[in-house]
């Protein structure tokens, strides 16, 4: 049984907005794809194959684990599908099927025919790095967790941002009075100091700097939820429900954070690409992720080391340029969605023969007319 899902009109409205940004509409469409595609990044950039048939059985290396015996080898270790031995004794009894590109980001490419980093080629489509492995997939693999790391970083300061701006608003008095307080004090602490000071005690990873960034990042939610729930909370339709016996809690996520998320889902995607700017300063800093991962604030670290190899910034560059400039559209899309001032704008009238052109203005009459 099919479920029809309908809009409200307003909501048509918004989308109809949305598209009208045509820059930003299909902004949206060319982020989704890319995204999509790095979610699948080890199906794409892989030292290892989808499939192998040896002696008529079927093997995901992918999925599984299979040491070299597995294929006539003598170590018992996993195998290495990338050595020539490996490949002879599977390419003797049966084939393989590899992704797109054959290195993973930590894959160190022994075979080059030159010292590293080594320009573009017909195996490395973007060269590699100082240290031997591939630009093309540490960029795929840079791209999701950069996207990834600014997902979850904006959503879970929203979570935190939009609660707090909440009850303050709607409280008010010294609630709101200590709360902005506390505020204004801990966003004052020196936020990179801290970052350097917790990098130097332990090593940082994925989780630690979604900590201790997620320790700021919620301040910028604050203000405008706040600001919406102190306009809104003494309007006739809070009375007439708090009047009705409904609790507080209900009021405010019910009836009165609904007009305060506008201002928040208009704010969430410039703040996503803070989110993904600050990953790659600091990766690009030596004080983020730990050495080695895929990132692209490294390969722009190393494009600033390796000035004879200019392919590394300039792949880097150009990622996080147009990965910032689709955010940075699709934001400004999404503001002219909910922009009230386009929201209950009445379309122009049609005439007769469906013209939807507005009509002329009538002309003044000249002095002296009859």
Do not use: C
């Amino acid at each position: 049984m099919a479920l029809a899902f309908r809009l409200s009109p307003i909501n048509r409205r918004r989308l109809a907005n949305f598209k009208a940004n045509r820059r930003g509409y299909w902004s949206f469409w060319v982020f989704l794809v890319l995204f999509v595609v790095t979610l699948f990044a080890e199906v794409i950039a892989n030292d290892k194959p989808f499939l192998v048939v040896y002696d008529g059985e079927l093997h995901s290396p992918i999925l599984r684990f299979y040491p070299e015996t597995t294929f006539g080898g003598t170590l018992p270790t996993e195998a290495d599908y990338t050595d020539p031995y490996v490949q002879d004794l599977i390419d003797q009894k049966g084939w393989m099927l590899w992704p797109v590109v054959r290195f993973d980001h930590r894959t160190v490419a022994w075979n080059l025919p030159a010292p590293a980093p080594t320009p573009p080629d017909a195996v490395h489509w973007l060269g590699t790095d100082d240290q031997a492995r591939d630009v093309v997939a540490r960029t795929i693999y840079g791209f999701r967790i950069s996207v990834l790391f600014g997902f979850t970083l904006t959503i879970v300061s929203a979570l935190i941002g939009v609660s707090a701006g909440a009850i303050q608003g709607f409280y008010g008095g010294w609630i709101d009075l200590l709360a902005q307080r506390f505020i204004e004090i801990w966003s004052s602490m020196p936020q990179l100091y801290i970052l350097i000071i917790i990098a130097s005690v332990i090593e940082p990873n994925f989780w630690w700097l979604l900590l201790v960034l997620l320790l700021f990042s919620w301040i910028g939610f604050v203000g405008v939820v706040r600001a919406e729930f102190l306009k809104t909370r003494n309007l006739d339709y809070v009375r007439a429900a708090r009047a009705l016996g409904l609790g507080n809690g209900l009021i405010m996520f019910r009836h009165v954070l609904p007009n305060a998320m506008v201002a928040t889902l208009t704010f969430m995607p410039f703040t996503l690409a803070g989110s993904v700017t600050v990953l790659t300063s600091l990766d690009f800093l030596g004080i983020g992720l730990p050495p080695g991962s895929a990132s692209l604030g490294d390969l722009l670290a190393q494009g600033k080391a390796n000035i004879q190899a200019p392919w590394l910034g300039l792949t880097g560059f150009f990622v996080i340029g147009l990965m910032l400039s689709l955010l940075i559209f699709i934001g400004e899309a999404v503001r002219d969605a909910f922009d009230p001032r386009k929201l209950f704008a009445a379309p122009p009238p049609e005439d007769s023969t469906g013209d939807s052109r507005a009509p002329e203005a009538p002309r003044p009459a000249r002095m002296g007319a009859e």
